[in-house]
Nanobody, 125 residues
């Protein structure tokens, strides 16, 4: 069964950094794209960043310049380096993968076929 497993969440002060990791159980799980979404209490799940085949990257405006997504194909793993964290970044972060998503839908959670369980990121003020 295909699955994604996140790690790296935690509690950091404002301005701190964290690196999230997501390991896919199979090499082609994210053949279209793999990325990150987040959900804060009482809010909808929102797009954070994604990396497509060919290593094209896309970011939400709210994290551009602070977060960086990358991948290690040999390890079936993607990473999200988060710098200059703010209290509004506090959320559960979910890894997601899609096998056939297209560019026009890549920021939509409904385009992704597989999801991890989530990892909590808390930024204290």
């Amino acid at each position: 069964q295909e699955q994604l497993e996140e790690s790296g969440g935690g509690l950091v002060p404002t301005g701190g950094s964290l690196r999230l990791s997501c390991v896919a159980s199979t090499r082609n799980l994210g053949g279209g794209a793999m990325g990150w979404f987040r959900q804060a209490p009482g809010k909808d799940r929102e797009f954070v960043a994604t990396i497509r085949r060919g290593s094209y990257t896309y970011y939400a405006d709210s994290v551009k310049g602070r977060f960086a997504i990358s991948k290690d194909n040999a390890k079936n793993t993607i990473y999200l380096q988060m710098n200059n964290l703010k209290p509004e970044d506090t959320a559960v972060y979910y890894c997601a993968a899609c096998s056939g998503c297209i560019l026009s839908t890549i920021r939509q959670s409904t385009a992704y076929d597989y999801w991890g369980q989530g990892t909590q990121v808390t930024v204290s003020s």
